[in-house]
């Protein structure tokens, strides 16, 4: 069927002074407010009895209900009551700035800011602000503690920040606290059956407001989870650290911003993440030119199909012999990296959780790294690294500055890291030599990856981690973090038990994917894991490459199984990894999307479009591409009998002369999808 517009209520064309006198007046205790530029939301902050509270509306109507702030802090008690505002202070802020790689290369931002100052009325009488940044399509606020002498230090037990659902809504979410990290199936519940939640956490309501709670600039301080109090009231709980606290922190200090993304339709919700990169600081590094965002190949999927290995021996993968052909592959078909896993010493045995001895300095002697880079480099091609720390990550800290300089010396300008334990068991070494365990969004380890971030950038190395941290904008910051993963990506196709459903690349869009870029390594063009098939048509693995963003994107099938499908393989040759703007033209949570995406460097377009388990016709017009010109649309899609299921390989690819006055039909099998590049003319 047709996409069709959610069921909303609209109101008709008010004056501001109409739209003023319409909405219902504050509640009694509401000591300031703050209203985004063209007033479609309103913050309103409360003290009630003492005790501080804020809550959102969209037009008046309430988004997100009362909802209490506040601190349980260790040796000092709670900040939530007795308090009284001191001050406020506003600015505003119209502006634009340039990304030096993503989704879309310019980003406004647009918003209203309200500073509230709020102390305790008793002793000691502590003083902190609260900041919010309201948008016209989410809000983000933080807490910031001033020098003070009533407090020098901030040791955090509990933030009682709450989120309380204003309306009942489906959330798609998954669990935190658990053993995978972030590497789960989403679920679809009505909110009130949420137990514990990562963000983002992406919520739509009974009439049909799509919101998106997640937070931003997570910086020295722990990550977020949303844990359901009753009903619909959510509050924040911080992942934990080894001594007990939450966080530790020296005044002057500020926690990341939380934030709610609001819109009216899925597609619109995915383009209120520009909020999440506002909300961060501006690039720190300068110039990062050195870093291309571009395609790559690998000694990876075979490993996950356990036809090769990490480990040495008879079935080692990544030998100078074998890395040797993935070069000659990627320098025949235009790809600039090659990835290279099992490379270094410490694979052998167990290292799931324990990888005290990977050595990230030296190659195993099968593997010839010093003539391998200069081999590649001939050929126009680059290595990237692999530094899989085995959660042994203090041990990996004793190392990485080497092993960049090593990097740097040898023309690796991309690593990706891996910290492969179970959740909660990240090897951190005390200054007496004890070892403790740590979470991975907890608050040492978020310090971890910004200590890589700044050791690799001080040698041109980017960094694409998995198993890391959930991204919250801070590419904006540290331009050299490129990507992650940080959700269940293409290896659980590899694996099955289960394997990733149909509808699961629809759900990751519109939330996963607010939140950053996911290297997902997708293009799995034999359409067959280790002893299952893919739930996929061959030509959605061609779509994902436009609809999941990374700058850094895998083509991650093994050779032969390209040179068996060199019509679609052509797609994926073609399609850029950096983009000058982003359009997603229609979509549902779960069920379908259509993005279009230009590339930074041409005028050419490129569309992807997806669907879950079930088949689509769309009409889709092409009011994206520039008007008054001829573009030639090369079309992959879906052939005659296309299904996931029987008929995966069904697979047509043509040409159509369109121009942006067309609408273009689009017929998605079930399991299915679409990749079109429009070449401008």
């Known amino acids: 069927m047709p996409p069709q517009e959610p069921h909303r209520m609209r109101l008709p064309a008010l004056s501001l002074l109409a739209l003023a006198l319409a909405t219902p007046l504050a509640h009694a205790g509401t000591v300031a407010t703050v209203s985004s530029p063209n007033d479609v939301l309103t913050v309103e902050l409360d003290i009630t009895e003492g005790r501080l509270a804020y809550r959102v509306l969209r037009f008046g109507e309430p988004v ?35 990304q030096p790689w993503g989704e879309n290369r310019f ?21 902190f602000d609260v900041v919010f940044r309201v948008f016209d399509d989410g809000v983000g606020f933080r807490y910031a503690f001033p020098e003070q002498p009533a407090m020098a230090e901030a040791i955090i037990d509990d933030e009682l920040t709450e989120f309380v659902i204003a309306e009942p809504a489906t959330t798609w979410w998954i ?26 956490m992406t919520l739509r309501t009974e009439d ?59 597609p619109a919700l995915y383009a209120s993440s520009d909020l999440i990169l506002n909300l961060n600081e501006p690039n720190r590094l300068g110039d990062v030119s050195w ?17 090769e290995s990490w480990a040495t021996g008879a079935k080692h993968g990544a030998t100078t012999r074998n890395t040797k052909r993935y070069i000659d592959f990627a320098a025949e078909h235009g790809f600039r990296g090659v990835l290279v896993e099992g490379w270094n010493p410490g694979w052998d045995g167990q290292w799931f959780g324990n990888g005290y001895d990977f050595d990230f300095t030296r190659a195993t002697p099968d593997f010839d790294i010093e003539a391998l880079s200069a081999y590649a480099k001939e050929r126009g091609v680059h290595l990237i690294g692999h530094h899989e720390t085995g959660c042994a990550v203090s041990h990996y ?22 910290y492969v334990c179970d959740a909660g068991q990240i090897e951190r070494r005390l200054p007496d030599g004890t070892v403790a365990r740590e979470w991975h969004d907890g608050q040492w380890n978020v310090n971890h990856h910004q200590r890589v971030l700044e050791a690799a950038a001080k040698h041109g190395v980017a960094i694409n981690a998995h198993e890391p941290v959930k991204d919250t904008g801070l590419r904006r910051t540290y331009p050299n973090w490129v990507s992650r993963e940080g959700a269940r990506g293409m290896e659980y196709a590899a694996w099955g038990n289960p394997t990733n459903p149909p509808e699961h690349e629809a759900e990751l869009l519109f939330t996963r994917m607010l939140s950053g870029p996911m290297d997902f390594t997708p293009g799995i063009l034999s359409l067959q894991g280790r002893g299952q098939a893919i739930q996929t048509t061959l030509a959605k693995q061609l779509a994902l490459y436009v609809v999941l963003y990374s700058p850094v994107q895998m083509a991650a099938d093994l050779p032969e199984n390209y040179a068996k499908h060199t019509d679609a393989f052509q797609f994926i040759k073609d399609v850029p990894a950096d983009w000058a ?101």
């Open 64 to 98: 997100i209900d009362d909802s209490r702030m506040g601190f349980r802090l260790r040796g000092s008690g709670t900040i939530e009551r007795n308090l009284e505002l001191a001050g406020t202070a506003t600015a505003s802020r119209d502006d634009t700035w340039e």
């Open 107 to 127: 980003v406004r931002d647009h918003h209203e800011e309200l500073r509230a100052t709020v102390r305790e009325t008793i002793a000691p009488h502590r003083t």
């Open 175 to 200: 669990p935190a606290g658990e053993w995978n990290r972030y590497e789960y199936l989403y679920d679809a519940t009505p909110v009130e059956q949420v137990t514990a939640a990562h963000t983002p």
């Open 208 to 266: 049909g407001l799509h919101v998106a709670i997640h937070e931003a600039a997570l910086v020295d301080y722990s990550g977020m989870w949303l844990r359901r109090a009753e009903g619909r009231r959510f509050r924040t709980q911080l992942s934990p650290a080894s001594e007990g606290w939450k966080v530790k922190r020296a005044l002057p200090f500020q926690t990341p911003w939380r934030t709610i993304q609001v819109a009216d339709t899925a």
């Open 291 to 307: 870093f291309e965002p571009a395609k790559y190949v690998g000694i990876w999927w075979s490993l996950h199909l356990e036809t």
């Open 397 to 418: 800290e004793d190392q990485m500055d080497d092993a960049f300089a090593m990097n740097e010396r040898l023309g690796i300008d991309v690593v990706k890291t891996g």
């Open 581 to 681: 703007q982003t359009r997603v033209l229609m979509g549902e949570i779960g069920d379908y999307a259509v993005v279009a995406r230009q590339d930074r460097d041409s005028a050419d377009w490129y569309l992807g479009a997806m669907t879950d388990e079930h088949g689509r016709a769309l009409q889709v017009p092409l009011s994206f591409l520039e008007p008054g010109r001829r573009y030639t649309a090369q079309v992959y899609r879906d052939g005659e009998g296309a299904h996931w299921e029987d008929t995966p390989f069904a697979f047509e690819r043509e040409t159509v002369e369109v121009t942006s006055a067309d609408v273009l039909p689009l017929r998605l099998a079930a399991g299915g999808g679409q990749a079109i590049r429009f070449v401008a003319r």
